[in-house]
């Protein structure tokens, strides 16, 4: 798996490159990663782009392509690689071609992510890197769970000063004029493919992984390099054959059609065994690639299924809920008027016990004043008799 990864600013080229690593094993080759260990570590190539950088020039090919070439003698590099950000025009990808080829580990595959240009000022405006670990979000299409932190790490994000509306569009102009014209340089190689770059992360990474796994493994490459290089060795055979004839084969002229049909025979024969082998390994690829395809479907489906069954539950708890708070709303709705029934009834049983002539009886006593006491009566009666007696 040795891959570039084509595309303009913001297109997610390094986001997609750290999922490719994740998934299959392979280091991420980016320049600019590169350079900028090499400066830190002070190494003969980081000296040699410091000078240039802080001479205002810009880094030469050269030196890049050194500094990849080292890389690439690492041992992670063997099963492959992936390289983002360059090359950015065709001098580089030649450069990089020789390069690979004189090393034996030619590219496999140009893969273009496609986005539309409105949509990249979108993404690159709203990018956020993290400080620590490089995990990158965007605040319009994938932002943190935490505004201003890493997902990951925690660390602080932080937004590029250049990641305006202007410098953008310059960026992208420069794309279209210098980077644009790779995708025609590796199209006449038969390298190149295109992905779609809209949609989720997800989307574009399992778009990616299609085209990867698809394409030829090196078993079915070094099988047509076998037959390619035995019908080279046929045909020289033949080839001498004809140039040393016999003495038979020079004084029968029948001899010669016979030797030139059986060579005619064998050529054909061994051209049919190579593209037999050749149609072999492509079904084998459409079938494992159809495969895939299915079982990519199948989990589609299960998720929509789980979904669906997750929005029916949730909606089915709010039912619920709702229906709950209805009855405990009615139930206390009751019970307020059982009570006012109650006070009611109370306050009528008082007014019925106070009888009319009583409270009549009650307003008079409240109306009188205190009345004099009458002298008895019996005294007055004792003093006549008392008198009459006197008289006798």
């Given at each position: ?5 084509i595309?303009?600013?913001?297109s997610g080229?390094g986001?997609q490159?750290?999922?490719?690593v994740?998934?299959?094993g392979v280091p991420?080759?980016s320049?600019?990663?590169?350079l ?11 000296l040699?782009?410091?000078a240039?950088m802080?001479?205002?020039?810009l880094v ?6 050194d500094?990849i070439?080292e890389r ?10 992936i390289?983002d950000?360059?090359p ?7 450069a990089l071609?020789a390069?690979?080829d004189?090393l034996?580990r030619?590219l496999?595959t ?9 949509l990249l000022i979108?993404r690159?405006a709203?990018r ?10 965007n ?8 505004d201003?932190?890493?997902d ?11 990641d305006n ?11 279209e ?6 995708i025609?340089?590796?199209k006449a190689?038969g ?11 997800d ?25 390619a290089?035995f019908?080279?060795t ?17 004084t029968?002229p029948?001899a010669?059609?016979?030797?030139r049909?059986?060579?005619a ?11 037999s ?7 084998k ?5 159809a ?9 589609k489906?299960v998720k929509?299924k ?17 229906s ?7 139930k206390?709705k009751?019970?307020k008027k059982k009570?006012a029934k ?8 008082a007014?019925?016990?106070v009888?009319?002539?009583k409270k009549?009886a009650?307003?008079k006593?409240a109306g009188k ?5 009458k002298a008895p ?9 008392a ?5 006798r």
């Open positions: 798996m040795r891959i570039v990864l595309g303009a600013p913001g080229k986001t490159a750290k999922k490719l994740s998934r299959y991420q080759i320049t600019g990663d590169l900028r260990a090499a400066v830190a570590a002070e190494t003969p190539l980081g040699q782009a410091k240039a802080d001479a205002g020039q030469s090919d050269q030196i890049v392509l500094m070439e690439m003698a690492e041992p992670d590099t063997e099963k492959g690689f390289l950000g360059f950015r025009n065709i001098p580089q990808a030649q071609d390069m690979l004189k034996g030619p496999k140009a893969i273009l992510i496609d986005v539309d240009f409105d979108q690159i709203g956020r890197t993290c400080c620590s670990c490089g995990q990158m979000y605040i319009y299409t994938s932002p943190p769970k935490m201003g932190l890493c990951v790490c925690g660390g602080k994000l932080h937004h590029r000063a250049d509306e202007d410098t953008i569009t310059n960026r992208l102009r420069v794309y004029a210098q980077t644009a014209p790779l025609n340089y590796y190689q390298k190149r493919y295109i992905v779609d770059g809209t949609g989720t992360l989307e574009i990474f399992q778009r990616l992984c299609n085209i990867i796994d698809g394409l030829p493994t090196h078993e079915s490459l070094e099988s047509a390099r076998k037959a290089r019908e080279q046929i045909q020289e055979m033949v080839e001498k054959a004809e140039a040393k004839p016999t003495p038979d084969t020079q029968t029948v010669k059609k016979e030797t049909i059986m060579t025979k064998k050529r054909t024969a061994t051209s049919k065994k190579a593209a082998k050749k149609s072999a390994a492509k079904k690829i459409a079938k494992k690639t495969t895939k395809k299915k079982v990519a479907n199948k989990k489906t929509k789980v979904a669906v069954k997750k929005a029916v539950a949730k909606k089915k708890k709010a039912a619920v809920k709702k709950m708070k209805k009855k405990v709303a009615t206390k009751t019970a009570v109650k006070k009611v009834a109370k306050k009528k049983v007014t019925k016990k009888s009319p002539k009549s009650k307003k006593a004043t205190p009345a004099k006491k009566v019996k005294k007055k009666g004792a003093k006549k008799k008198a009459a007696r006197k008289k």
